[in-house]
């Protein structure tokens, strides 16, 4: 194993850390959040009763989880290639996706479906980095039109063309 | 009782062959085939996306459509696998492993066509398993109690969080996650709001619709986003070379039998996807293949086991689901959701109440599959095109698409921003080499698995020994704990042998069908060979 196999082992280590910690956090707040609700007993559960347990599960889980960490280069034979693949952040992508969705539920709502569509298409097409202005333009266009065609006019969907509020 | 399920079968042939329910399940195949060719999606983003659509309908079509998108984008899915070596549903991973090597020999025709073949004899055996399996099936489930009820849910759930692909205690921690987001909502005993956060819009529940296409769509897309490229392999298949010769029909012949009875036997078990039956599949064919080193470089047999494999197992994983209504894995959670949202409650009764459902769905399993075949004939060439689509313009579509379908479930803003909600949080567990699917098996069981697990603790006044003393729950609750301590064995077992030999590990090895499964989603793990 050369530098980068030892960083990746680091990594590997640490993913399955992690990952355990998640789910240990995620464990406390559900059971927190279960143990606000009435508990009751085995015989007359409580609201609480349900979430509370599975959150404990979970944090015993998560535990498990850290404790069983594999080192990636060993772990169930991936190929070395794999780890090349999991690498760089792809922020611009990320970005535009979720960007693309929050302007949909945004233009949605101040400005109906005509933008909302044309704006989901539009930004996150420029997530992808071979996709130039132009091609995204042509792209929302035509998925705008689509959308007027098909979704307002033919399956009749009760979402207004253009509306503020 | 043979008879009278043939008789029901013959009506049943009179639902599907209703022209409106025929044109449904065909509209069904052919756009579920179309979304499965497209890369990057799945059975599970073909039927969230379309699911929407079904809200009008009439329960009867609507289910049969469902069911024509899922062996559809199925079937399809395995035309990218053989062709581009993408691998866009994980049981496809290992139908590249030969299905590409065949392609690059010239030979993709008679891989395709040989899983068309494979599929069809398959689905069949399936669909007469199912027919004969089912009511037996039923007249035990009456007799199935609240205990009963949650130990067969715990095996489910179980066995899909441990048998998927990777850690099992990760797949487990994804199952409880999904059932933490099926708690959300309005307790039905009490009335009181849990994990509404103070949305009143989170008082009906999180929507199914929503958390499968965060998890199944926008987690894709997050991950695939400047990875995954179109790569046209320009291979030409023309009707011609799909119809395998004689001597092709023979060799496949015994391997789709072997891998048929492999996808039957494991589609009756509960949370056994498909990943794992396809790799057994291979892993038989390849012991009891004389010239094994053919497997890797284009053998036949390599195809045509796996596809059958799912593709029976797809079709009995319908009896669980139906008759029971605890579904084997995620698509199959999904079919149950899209039955719950039309008011259907599937489970024993379903057979009695919905008959034209039930047994209208068993013959249209038959007349889809046999469009399918009719379909994929002279489409070929289209699906072939579809292919190429760039994946910089499938995926601002798709998630258009997304956004739109999920609005329309309820005419609701907010189950959009659930979607990014969901979308997030898979990803980011995705990150930590989480599996996603059991989420979504976690989340259509578990307000199920609360109801009667509180049901079965009322009834014995708070006493925990009520699953281990009737009989029919406490095989259910060993068969769970043989489960976790098989698991437990496995992973002892597999952590000595590395340990034992690391040197060796380090060197690339021979792919054995209980490596690959880890992740088969990325299409790079499968290029490496």
């Keep these: 194993m050369d530098e980068a196999g030892a960083g990746r082992f680091l990594s590997g280590y640490r993913r399955d850390y992690y990952g355990g910690a998640l789910m240990c956090l995620i464990g406390l707040g559900a059971a927190a959040q279960g143990l606000q609700y009435s508990f009751g007993s085995l015989t007359r559960m409580g609201p609480g009763f349900f979430p509370t347990c599975l959150g404990a599960i979970l944090v015993l889980l998560g535990f498990g989880i850290a404790a069983t960490a594999k080192r990636p280069a060993l772990r169930d034979g991936v190929p070395d290639g794999a780890a090349a693949e999991r690498p760089r952040p792809e922020w611009r992508g990320w970005f535009c996706i979720l960007g693309g969705i929050v302007a949909f539920v945004v233009l949605g709502k101040w400005g109906g479906l005509l933008p909302a569509s044309f704006a989901v298409t539009f930004i996150s097409a420029f997530g992808d980095r071979d996709n130039t202005w132009k091609s995204a333009l042509v792209l929302a266009t035509t998925i705008t039109i689509l959308a007027v065609v098909v979704f307002w006019w033919a399956l009749q969907l009760q979402f207004p063309l253009l509306s503020w509020g | ?529």
Excluded at chain 2, 32 to 52: D, E
Aim: with cysteine; charged share 10%.
């Design chain 2, 1 to 529: 009782m043979i008879g009278h399920s043939l008789a029901d079968l013959w009506q049943g042939f009179g639902v599907a062959l209703e022209w409106h329910n025929l044109m449904w399940s065909f509209f069904g195949v052919l756009v579920g085939n179309l979304i499965g060719v497209l890369p990057g999606m799945g059975p599970l983003s073909a039927i969230s996306i379309l699911l929407p659509l079904t809200y009008t309908m009439h329960p009867v079509p609507a289910i049969l459509m469902l069911a024509g998108i899922f062996y559809g984008s199925q079937y399809g899915g395995a035309i990218g696998a053989i062709l581009l070596n993408l691998p866009c549903h994980p049981p496809h991973a290992v139908t590249c492993l030969d299905g590409y090597p065949m392609t690059r020999q010239g030979k993709g025709g008679t891989a395709l066509g040989i899983t068309m073949i494979a599929s069809f004899f398959a689905a069949s055996v399936g669909i007469i398993v199912m027919i004969f399996a089912s009511p037996l099936l039923v007249s035990i489930a009456f007799k199935f109690g609240p205990a009963e009820l949650f130990s067969i849910m715990l095996l489910g759930l179980l066995a899909g969080g441990t048998m998927s692909s990777g850690s099992a205690l990760k797949g487990v921690s994804m199952t409880v996650i999904g059932l933490l987001i099926g708690v959300v909502g309005t307790d039905v005993n009490t009335g009181v709001m849990r994990f509404t956060f103070g949305f009143n819009e989170l008082a009906d529940g999180v929507e199914l619709v929503a958390l499968a296409l965060g998890l199944f769509g926008v987690t894709e897309f997050l991950r695939n986003v400047n990875r995954v490229h179109a790569v046209g392999s320009g291979v030409k298949v023309r009707l011609r070379d799909m119809r395998p010769s004689l001597k092709e029909l023979r060799q496949a012949f015994l391997p789709i039998v072997r891998g048929t009875s492999v996808g039957t036997l494991f589609g009756a078990m509960p949370g056994t996807g498909p990943t794992i039956t396809t790799f057994i599949a291979y892993a038989l064919e390849k012991k009891v293949s004389r010239t094994p080193q053919r497997f890797g470089n284009g053998a036949l047999e390599g195809v045509a086991a796996p596809e059958a494999s799912s593709h029976s197992k797809t079709q009995v994983d319908f009896i669980p689901t139906m008759s029971l209504g605890i579904p084997g894995d995620p698509v199959m959670a999904l079919i149950l959701g899209a039955l719950l949202i039309q008011g259907i409650q599937p489970g024993p009764q379903l057979i009695s109440e919905h008959a034209d459902i039930f047994w209208g769905l068993i013959a249209s399993f038959w007349i889809g599959n046999l469009l399918l075949v009719l379909l994929n004939v002279p489409l070929i060439q289209v699906w072939v095109k579809v292919l190429q689509v760039p994946y910089r313009f499938l995926f601002p579509a798709a998630l258009f698409f997304i956004a739109v379908g999920v609005y329309s479930t309820n005419n609701s803003l907010f189950e959009v921003g659930e979607v990014l909600v969901f979308g997030l949080m898979g990803a980011v567990f995705v990150a930590f080499d989480f599996p996603v699917a059991p989420i979504l098996l976690g989340y259509v069981l578990g307000p199920m698995v609360e109801e009667n697990f509180r049901r079965a603790m009322l009834l014995s006044h708070g006493d925990l020994g009520i699953f281990v003393n009737q009989p029919i729950s406490a095989g259910f609750i060993v068969a769970c704990a043989l489960l976790v301590a098989l698991q437990a064995w496995f992973a002892t077992r597999a952590a000595i042998r590395r340990r034992g030999g690391q040197a060796a590990a380090a060197q690339a090895q021979a792919p054995s069908p209980n490596d690959a499964p880890r992740d088969p989603k990325r299409p790079t793990l499968v290029k490496q060979r």
